[in-house]
């Protein structure tokens, strides 16, 4: 803070860039808790740093948030191998602008935050600073602590990986309404055909609720198994339930509430037409963020 009581050069520059700094840290994490804690640790460091020595603030910002992200993935990975159940992104409400940046959207859906799970953390970092981020391979070098030349061949192989599991074609947001709006169609009448229609042979649903609220233990798998497991749920989950379309991760999804209470996400991928993937959020502990909406930029 400046004698005037105005924020100082370091504040100024550090406020500029904090959404950016989110997004960094939140693609690598998947956890918009951790990425606080990681801008809370950028923030330590760029306030001790001198500011007449670095040509490109921006860049050196970046860095320091990726380097703590990864740091902190490192840790998280040991921790989610005893996660109670199937580990989901922790969703986020966000601002309609979030959606018209395709390429945004598409790097921060729940989809995609799930494919980047199979990478190690430095082919994480790696992939979205290169292939959301743009940056040169020196700086992302310098932000993983490897030679530009090994950053390259990590870029290289973690996007043959991404590919393998990627969506095959660009999807709608109209094609995800849809799906969405049989969903609830299903819950509000109880009539599931609608919904059973749209899923895909190997559709697979995933249930989060991280041990402290009933969820699906394991991942369910085929079009057959997923459709009892839907009409079993949604006739004994049903009672007081009430659901909002919502944005989440830059893409149309479900909002349920039970009695008032916020009570799950559901979010889906579309492959071809069809619910290839069902995501539902259910630990309370990842649900705070959707109750205001969360600003992220590239």
Do not use: C
């Not at 990681?38 to 910002?61: C, D, H, K, M, P």
């Amino acid at each position: 803070m400046s004698q005037d009581g105005r924020p100082g050069p370091a504040t100024e520059t550090f406020v500029a860039h904090r959404q950016l700094l989110f997004t960094v840290a939140y693609e690598i994490l998947g956890s918009a808790a951790d990425a606080e804690d990681v801008l809370q640790e950028t923030w330590l460091r760029w306030s001790g740093v001198e500011l007449a020595g670095i040509r490109n603030q921006r860049a050196y910002l970046v860095r320091i948030t990726a380097r703590q992200a990864l740091g902190r993935l490192r840790t998280l990975r040991r921790r989610r191998e005893s996660y109670a159940g199937p580990w989901l992104p922790e969703p986020l409400l966000t601002a309609p602008d979030v959606a018209e940046d395709a390429a945004l959207a598409e790097s921060v859906s729940m989809a995609m935050l799930l494919v980047l799970e199979m990478l190690t953390p430095t082919e994480r970092a790696v992939f979205v600073l290169r292939e959301v981020f743009d940056l040169p391979y020196g700086e992302i070098a310098e932000a993983v602590g490897k030679t530009p030349a090994a950053a390259r061949q990590i870029a290289h192989r973690a996007r043959s990986r991404v590919a393998a599991r990627r969506p095959r074609a660009t999807v709608s947001p109209a094609e995800t309404r849809a799906a969405l709006a049989a969903f609830q169609h299903a819950v509000e009448t109880g009539e599931l055909q609608g919904l059973l229609d749209l899923l895909a042979p190997d559709v697979v649903a995933l249930s989060d609720g991280g041990g402290l609220v009933p969820s699906v233990p394991q991942p369910v798998a085929g079009a057959d198994r997923v459709g009892r497991l839907l009409s079993g749920g949604l006739t004994s989950y049903a009672d007081g339930l009430s659901l909002a379309p919502v944005w989440v991760n830059g893409h149309p999804a479900l909002l349920a509430r039970r009695h008032g209470l916020v009570d799950m996400v559901l979010a889906v991928r579309i492959d071809e037409g069809r619910i290839s993937e069902l995501y539902a959020v259910r630990n309370p502990e990842k649900l705070t963020r959707v109750a205001r909406e969360t600003a992220m930029s590239r």
